[in-house]
């Protein structure tokens, strides 16, 4: 039996995972508030396409500063670590759906800065790599 024409749609906007595209610009757009809100989507989007063809991580919303900051208000008393349930609070907050379950400093419940900033990384890396189709 074919597939209804919303059918196509939806594996349309999955395969090219089109919403996340959307939701990543509809982010940036409330985090940065751009005077020009589409010239700076305009530029966001050949970003990513420069990104695309260079083989690099694509843009972003988060950089190592505003990772640690993160980590500093997930850790008031300094103690240079947090809690898995935290680090799981805290990717999912930031957005990264696809993470380590099990990252360094699991066994200790001890989840380091430098653990926590490696894996948001990774876990943005393969976010930004949903804009491989643009």
Do not use: W
């Amino acid at each position: 039996m074919a597939a209804s024409r919303e059918e196509e749609a939806a594996d349309y906007l999955k395969k090219h995972r089109i919403m996340e595209l959307v939701e990543n610009l509809s982010s940036l757009l409330l985090f940065y508030r751009p005077e020009n809100p589409r010239e700076f989507m305009v530029e966001h989007l050949q970003q990513l396409k420069d990104c695309q063809q260079s083989r690099e991580r694509g843009p972003g919303l988060f950089n190592t500063s505003n990772l640690d900051t993160v980590f500093g208000i997930l850790d008031p008393a300094q103690r240079n670590y947090i809690s898995l349930q935290q680090y799981k609070q805290a990717l999912t907050a930031l957005g990264v759906e696809d993470f380590n379950q099990h990252p360094e400093g699991v066994n200790e419940d001890r989840i380091s800065l430098q653990t926590f900033r490696t894996e948001v990384m990774e876990g943005l890396k393969k976010s930004s790599a949903t804009y491989e189709q643009l």
